[in-house]
Every structure is written in C-alpha cells, then in structure tokens.
C-alpha cells in the first residue's frame, strides 16, 4: 500500500474557507494525474477535483467555482481551496490518483460545514 496524509478540516460556518493538504510520496506523485475525493454519510465517494501533471484541473459541477486545486511537484503535496462552503459540502476528505487506485490509503480529513 501506499501511504497519503491528508490534513486541514476542520468545522467551518456557512460562506466560509478551508484549504486542506495532502502529502503523497514521490512513487504516486510524480506520474499521475491527482484528484480529491469526498464521501458524505451515506453517500458514495465522489471526485471533486483533478489536477493533471500538466497543471490542467477539472472540477465537479458542485464545487467549480468554489473550490481551487493545485499541486507542488517539488514537494508532493496538493491542495484544496475551499470557499463559499456550503453544508453539503460536508464530507470525509480524501487524496488519491487520478483514476483512484485500490492500494492508496489515507486517513482522510473531515470537513463540516455548519453554523
């Protein structure tokens, strides 16, 4: 399995931000297209992001104008600016690859949005 260490959610209100990061190590990172992925409670897990080595991004239908995805090759970390949060919104947080591969494992980073 390969490891990834997802970080920064946390409660946020209505309207507000949070940026979450993921660290992949270089053997995933430097190959592949990556993306974020959430899962809501009872919801299947669903892409929300892609960023592609070349720097190019696709966004769901839900989050494209609110949410920014980026990459740092040079450390192997991507991002996720989330603005204009909403409560559906609310979800686990997760970083894989773009498609997601079976053997990428990460803890996930819960995001609530709520007032």
């Known amino acids: 399995q390969v490891q990834v260490n997802e970080s920064g959610g946390g409660l946020v209100q209505p309207g507000g931000s949070l940026r979450l990061s993921c660290a992949a190590s270089?053997?995933?990172?430097?190959?592949?297209?990556m993306g974020w992925y959430r899962q809501a409670p009872g919801k299947q897990r669903e892409l929300v992001a892609v960023?592609?080595?070349?720097?190019?991004?696709n966004y769901a239908d839900s989050v494209k104008g609110r949410f920014t995805i980026s990459r740092d090759n040079a450390k192997n970390t991507i991002d996720l600016q989330m603005t204009r949060l909403k409560p559906e919104d609310t979800a686990v947080y997760y970083c894989?690859?773009?498609?997601?591969?079976?053997?990428?494992r990460g803890k996930g980073t819960l995001v609530t949005v709520s007032s």
């Open positions: 894989n690859t773009y498609p997601a591969r079976m053997d990428v």
């Open positions: 270089g053997s995933i990172f430097s190959f592949n297209a």
């Open positions: 960023i592609h080595i070349d720097g190019r991004t």
